[in-house]
């Protein structure tokens, strides 16, 4: 099973900012397509962005030209550089391995996910 750490989740007023990090630690992560995908009180959990092996990327269009998704192979991360927030973008935040076609999270279980918190 391969380890998903999520991690700089934190509460931010509007239209501040925070970059989200997703560890893989030991994965063969390189050749994997990544996604952040988040889930608010009472709602599904949902794609936010994908990145794949490639650089290829694929953003939810609620975070369109405010959030950029990018990887580091090197380091077994993927980050999450998150603009321009808004307090519908309060929600915990996951990573995990992603379908390259249909942006489905593929493996069926989830690291602790991080909080974040925007005030208005």
């Known amino acids: 099973q391969v380890q998903l750490v999520e991690s700089g989740g934190g509460l931010v007023q509007a239209g501040g900012s925070l970059r989200l990090s997703c560890a893989a630690p030991g994965s063969i992560f390189s050749i994997y397509t990544m996604g952040w995908y988040r889930q608010a009180p009472g709602k599904q959990r949902d794609l936010v962005a994908a990145?794949?092996?490639?650089?290829?990327?694929n953003y939810a269009d609620s975070v369109k030209g405010r959030f950029t998704i990018s990887r580091d192979n090197a380091k077994n991360t993927v980050y999450l550089q998150m603009n321009s927030l808004k307090p519908e973008d309060t929600a915990v935040y996951y990573c995990n391995r992603a379908d390259p076609v249909s942006w489905r999270p593929v493996y069926n279980y989830w690291g602790q996910g991080t909080q974040v918190t925007v005030s208005s």
């Open positions: 990145i794949t092996s490639g650089g290829r990327t």
